[in-house]
């Protein structure tokens, strides 16, 4: 089955710079990679996303990157407010539908 | 997309007693829903694939008569989770999704088991 990777667990940065985070998969037959946004005590929120026939996703400050070849996709996030800080997890869409989801990055923002 | 409701948001029940939770799809006609649990600081672990009409599908190491899970109509599915105990005690959030769409997410239950 496939196997999602997150890295880093934790991440903290300045308010105004960059954020980066990046996931591998296995299954090169996965063709559906979302980011989800966790706050604490809530459910995930989708805030993008990107399939297999894309390179390159842009919403406002926020971007995705999907190298197939190598079976990675980022999620980069520019110009970083406080309210960026929460959990953020990517995942895989195999064909069958099911989702695999990383193991999550911790972003704190500080301003 | 998706607005999905969860009942309740909050529930704290006595150690062999059931609890009842409520997926509801309040714009999006849902023949397939999803239930995760997730603990403090982990990712999501996917316990059932919920469909409408026909018998939900459970992940290895998921008791199917633990966790109840009924889809009885498109907006609308349940997870009871049966004789609870302190190690059920989760975070559980439902999804609903299409085949080959993104999933979207409730706002989660929070059960904790005395």
């Known amino acids: 089955g496939e196997n999602v990777e997150q890295h880093p667990s934790t991440l903290s940065v300045q308010e105004g710079d960059s954020a980066v985070i990046k996931c591998t998969y296995s299954?090169?037959?996965?063709?559906?990679f979302p980011w989800y946004k966790q706050e604490l005590g809530k459910g995930p929120q989708l805030i993008i996303d990107?399939?297999?026939?894309?390179g390159e996703k842009k919403d406002q400050r926020i971007a995705v990157t999907l190298n197939k070849t190598a079976k990675h996709f980022s999620l980069h996030i520019t110009e970083t407010q406080p309210e960026d800080s929460a959990v953020y997890f990517c995942?895989?869409?195999?064909?069958?539908?099911?989702?695999?989801f990383g193991t999550g990055t911790s972003l704190t923002v500080i301003p | 997309g998706a607005v999905v409701s969860q009942h309740p948001s909050w529930v704290i029940c006595k150690s062999g007693t059931s609890v009842k939770i409520e997926c509801r799809s309040l714009?999006?006609?849902?023949?397939?829903m999803f239930w995760y649990r997730q603990f403090p600081k982990q990712s999501l672990m996917l316990m059932a694939t919920?469909?409408?009409?026909?018998?939900?599908?459970?992940e290895q190491g998921v008791e199917k008569d633990k966790f109840l899970i009924n889809h009885a109509s498109l907006t609308l599915s349940t997870l009871t989770v049966t004789s609870a105990h302190p190690e059920d005690s989760s975070f559980y959030i439902c999804?609903?999704?299409?085949?080959?769409?993104?999933?979207?997410f409730g706002p989660g239950t929070r059960l904790l088991v005395l």
């Open positions: 999804s609903v999704g299409q085949h080959q769409e993104t999933q979207y």
């Open positions: 299954d090169s037959a996965s063709n559906y």
């Open positions: 990107i399939r297999s026939n894309v």
């Open positions: 995942a895989a869409m195999d064909t069958g539908n099911q989702f695999y």
């Open positions: 714009d999006f006609q849902a023949t397939t």
């Open positions: 919920s469909n409408e009409g026909s018998k939900a599908t459970y």
